[in-house]
């Protein structure tokens, strides 16, 4: 509170509360970032897919870390569990290396499926 209170006396009106919109507002860390009118459902209310507005980094149950790119959808299976993405870099899983901008897909435990 006294960052707050210190902002206050040295702060105009207008920062402050831009500050304090910032703070309440803003996206949350490794939270999905969807584009309005972009995201599916799936029956029982999660996620099915969206077009994520930002790269985004998803741990496939298998370990693997993968950044999903920005301005592409991205779709989970029922439970969250990343299903398809388009990754920005050539990335190896195990002995498949697939190419950037290549289409990665994986079923539900997290082992890769394919990747186009």
């Known amino acids: 509170m006294k960052l707050l209170s210190t902002a206050m006396k040295v702060l105009s009106a207008?920062?402050?509360a831009a500050f304090l919109a910032l703070l309440l507002f803003a996206p949350e860390a490794g939270a999905l970032q969807c584009g309005a009118?972009?995201?599916r459902y799936h029956p029982d209310g999660d996620i099915e897919s969206?077009?994520?507005e930002a790269?985004?980094?998803f741990r496939t149950g298998q370990g693997y870390w993968i950044t999903c790119r920005a301005g592409?959808?991205?779709?989970q299976h029922l439970g969250g569990a990343l299903k398809?993405?388009?990754?920005?870099?050539?990335?190896?899983?195990g002995r498949v290396q697939c190419?950037?901008?290549?289409r990665v897909r994986f079923t539900p435990d997290?082992?890769?499926?394919?990747?186009d």
Do not use: M, N, Y
Request: glycine share 12%.
């Open 84 to 93: 398809s993405c388009v990754i920005g870099k050539p990335q190896a899983f």
């Open 50 to 52: 969206c077009q994520i």
């Open 37 to 39: 009118g972009t995201i």
């Open 99 to 102: 190419p950037a901008a290549a």
């Open 14 to 16: 207008p920062a402050v």
């Open 55 to 57: 790269d985004h980094e």
């Open 72 to 75: 592409t959808i991205v779709r």
């Open 110 to 115: 997290g082992s890769l499926e394919g990747c």
